[in-house]
């Protein structure tokens, strides 16, 4: 069950004065309502609707130059105003997707690492604006095209690669066990949340649909359940670091994992950062 940690931001006590109201949730239906009615007079989603972006309401877009007290800020915030602050935490395996509402102190913290460290290579990046684009419809197309066709093309080859070394590496004590089962039950939930995305949320967004909010909060949660996934896909694949002797296809595969980790993470830092909130009342 998704929990609101000791180290997230007070929602209305932010250092840059403009961070958007996120809606906490601490109680999540089984399944999402699915059969909500979409109305045909609803204001549709773009920057000139009433669904006036929070995000450059807050400062987020366009020409405010990124809040450098990266502390007291949330993960997910630097790394949707921050371009390049992904691969910054990525390197520090930072979570900043699904527990992007974490402030970076306490991201740092529980990972035992020095934040002058990570303030530093933060630093470092362009101060510059981030989004190419905040209009919803944009950012829908390109997760679409960018991350589910993405995660849908690669999962089966990555599979088979999988069953492959399994099964030929067996007595090797660095061989992965248990990686394809994994990965098949990981492929089956990733696309049965991308569908329910397609065919009700996404729809709802592109419509203006007032409820779109609880949809969201249940994909958020799917999300944190991704987040896990990748956890333990790491400890099956022994951190995808294949050893001195690992064939071609054993190479290939914790390649196409470490893409599909980094994807995924992308995947929902979009979602969850700079989609949902401009959704959520
Ligand atoms: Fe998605
Ligand atoms: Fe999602």
Request: charged share 30%; aromatic share 6%; hydrophobic share 35%.
């Amino acid at each position: 069950m998704k929990r609101k940690s000791d180290g997230e931001a007070p929602r209305s006590d932010h250092r840059c004065g403009a961070s958007p109201e996120l809606a906490y949730r601490t109680d999540f239906p089984d399944e999402p309502t699915t059969n909500l009615p979409i109305r045909n007079d609803a204001p549709r989603a773009t920057k000139d609707s009433a669904h006036t972006s929070p995000l450059r309401e807050a400062g987020m877009i366009q020409t405010e130059k990124p809040c450098l007290n990266f502390g007291e800020t949330p993960v997910g915030e630097i790394a949707a105003r921050l371009p390049g602050a992904t691969a910054v935490f990525r390197s520090f395996k930072l979570d900043y997707c699904c527990g992007g509402r974490q402030t970076l102190a306490s991201a740092v913290e529980k990972r035992g690492l020095d934040l002058s460290e990570v303030e530093r290579r933060l630093a470092a990046l362009d101060e510059q604006p981030t989004m190419g684009s905040e209009e919803p419809d944009e950012l829908i197309e390109f997760i679409l095209s960018r991350y589910h066709e993405t995660h849908r093309r690669e999962l089966p080859e990555l599979l088979r690669l999988a069953r492959r070394v399994e099964q030929v590496h067996a007595d090797h004590p660095e061989a992965p066990k248990g990686l394809a089962d994994f990965l098949s039950a990981l492929a089956a939930e990733l696309d049965a949340h991308m569908q329910k995305e397609e065919a009700m949320l996404f729809p709802m967004i592109r419509a203006g649909h007032p409820m779109a909010a609880g949809p969201i909060s249940v994909m958020e949660f799917e999300h944190e359940g991704h987040g896990e996934a990748l956890e333990q896909l790491e400890v099956i694949a022994h951190n995808m670091q294949p050893p001195d002797d690992a064939c071609g296809s054993w190479r290939a595969l914790y390649a196409g994992l470490r893409k599909l980790s980094d994807d995924l993470k992308e995947h929902i830092h979009t979602e969850n950062n700079l989609l949902f909130p401009q959704f959520k009342g």
